[in-house]
């Protein structure tokens, strides 16, 4: 009787444990994945100049625009959607430049771009453009010329 009753005292707490950490497990992944990754499409705008297009639907981010105004492709630039769900050592090379950074632990995270000397960064909370608060703005977009940055309406 001895030896079922040391079984039993082993098994059960054991089994509670386990059930405990597959249930919170599961909660926290789940919350750190709900929110999905930013996407963003590399392309260029009807000028030939490069454009980033940047959505996040999660937090009523949709093509929020930032062009590259002194920057000229000689042809349109086919186009390059990226997700940046996984982590991956830094720095990367993306499309117009490299990524300087990525935490992914709960998404969509923070994302640091280098594209043609300019420092792109996307938080949930705001957009920063060479380290100047931006603000988020769904269907607008930001021309970048030198040191100076424009907001435009939608549609341009």
Same mark, same amino acid.
């Given at each position: 009787m001895k030896s079922d009753s040391l079984l039993r005292h082993i098994v059960v707490p054991f089994?509670? $444990? +386990?059930? #405990? /950490?597959?249930? !919170? /497990? $599961? #909660?926290?992944?789940?919350?750190?994945?709900?929110?999905? %990754?930013?996407?963003?499409? !590399?392309?260029?705008? $009807?000028?030939?100049?490069p454009a980033l297009l940047i959505d996040q639907p999660a937090l009523g981010i949709t093509n929020a625009?930032?062009? *590259?105004?002194?920057?000229? *492709? $000689?042809?349109? &630039?086919?186009? =390059?959607? +990226?997700? &940046?769900?996984?982590?991956? %050592? #830094? %720095?990367?090379?993306? %499309? !117009?430049? =490299?990524?300087?950074f990525m935490d992914t632990t709960f998404l969509p995270g923070t994302l640091v771009l280098d594209a043609f000397g300019h420092e792109v960064q996307m938080l949930p909370r705001t957009l920063l453009i060479d380290r100047k608060e931006q603000g988020w703005h769904s269907g607008t977009t930001l021309l970048i010329s030198g040191t100076n940055v424009v907001r435009n309406g939608v549609g341009n």
């Open positions: 089994a509670i $444990a +386990l059930l #405990v /950490y597959v249930v !919170f /497990y $599961a #909660v926290i992944e789940h919350r750190r994945t709900v929110k999905g %990754p930013w996407r963003v499409t !590399f392309t260029s705008n $009807a000028s030939h100049q625009g930032v062009v *590259f105004k002194d920057q000229i *492709f $000689a042809t349109n &630039f086919a186009g =390059k959607v +990226l997700t &940046f769900e996984q982590p991956r %050592p #830094v %720095p990367f090379d993306v %499309p !117009f430049g =490299k990524c300087l």
